[in-house]
């Protein structure tokens, strides 16, 4: 049998959202860049909206900002 508090947390789990975007350091690495220029660019982005934040523990999670209409389905 399992224990109820197991399978709570796994249901609360299964349902969470998924974080999409890189930080500050991925960007770095992925662009070959040192990570004052990425952090540099991305404030500046974020500052004209391009871009946004999610802070999840100590770091931030930046993810380009969905325009109006990409966000609606076109029927």
């Known amino acids: 049998m399992s224990d109820p508090i197991d399978d709570g947390i796994a ?10 975007g ?21 404030k ?3 500052e004209t909206g391009l871009i946004t934040h999610v802070e999840v523990g ?3 999670v930046y993810q380009l900002v969905e325009k109006e209409e ?3 389905d076109l029927h």
């Open 58 to 60: 100590r770091a931030k």
């Open 11 to 20: 249901n609360f789990l299964k349902g969470s959202p998924v974080i999409k």
């Open 22 to 42: 890189y930080t500050a350091k991925q960007l770095s690495d992925k662009l070959e860049v040192p990570c004052t220029t990425v952090k540099w660019h991305l």
């Open 70 to 72: 990409e966000s609606h």
């Open 44 to 46: 500046r982005m974020e």
